[in-house]
């Protein structure tokens, strides 16, 4: 088992940045597959970027592309999302997940997670 607490939320300008952290604890987070997903009031759960058990493969929903950034650092059991150009329909709360993976092994939907953050507030005004 790996718990998960997400930081790093709060309100920002439209045009601004914001890095969230996921700090595991538990199982050995280098054994984890890691994404971001966020759903929105009255939307879906929709994947925001995805990064594999080395690191070496990351994937992007269309919505973030250019704009964000994941990554991990194993030594410290923590996964990050840079988000840079922050747009109003950015705003969500953000969710971080993880599950244990192959190497290699990219998961790009929520149901392929089993273990789950409790989210993080993010805001962008206008």
């Known amino acids: 088992q790996v718990q998960l607490v997400e930081s790093g939320g709060g309100l920002v300008q439209a045009g601004g940045s914001l890095r969230l952290s996921c700090a595991a604890s538990g199982r050995t987070f280098r054994n984890y597959a890691v994404g971001w997903f966020r759903q929105a009031p009255g939307k879906e759960r929709e994947v925001v970027a995805v990064?594999?058990?080395?690191?070496?493969?990351?994937a992007y929903g269309d919505s973030v592309k250019g704009r964000f950034t994941i990554s991990r650092d194993d030594a410290k059991n923590t996964a990050y999302l840079q988000m840079n150009s922050l747009k109003p329909e950015d705003t969500a709360v953000y969710y971080c997940?993880?599950?244990?993976?192959?190497?290699?092994?990219?998961?790009?939907?929520?149901?392929?997670?089993?273990?789950w953050g409790q989210g993080t507030q993010v805001t962008v005004s206008s």
């Open positions: 997940a993880a599950r244990s993976a192959l190497f290699g092994g990219v998961y790009r939907t929520a149901n392929e997670f089993n273990y």
């Open positions: 990064i594999s058990r080395s690191g070496g493969i990351t």
